[in-house]
């Protein structure tokens, strides 16, 4: 069981994986700055023009990878 302060990060933003090496144990506030560079990181790469937002699909969509989510 996980304490108050105990996050699980999926380290490929994937919920569904929960391999033991997609799975990264931190706390609250470490947890929460992984998904806010994430979104940074989303919206650098939205800029470069290397991803692009699909409404269809409801992802940000890469021709070069795999469609993935923020989670
Ligand atoms: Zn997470």
């Known amino acids: 069981m996980l304490g108050s302060d105990e996050h699980v990060h999926h380290v490929n933003m994937d919920k569904e994986d929960n391999s033991v090496e997609n799975l990264h144990l931190c706390d609250n506030k470490t947890h929460s700055s992984y998904h806010f560079k994430t979104w940074k990181l989303i919206s ?6 290397l991803i692009k937002f699909d409404p ?16």
Do not use: T
């Open 44 to 49: 650098e790469l939205y800029k470069c023009g």
């Open 56 to 71: 269809d699909v409801g992802y940000y969509m890469s021709p070069d990878l795999a469609s993935f989510a923020y989670d």
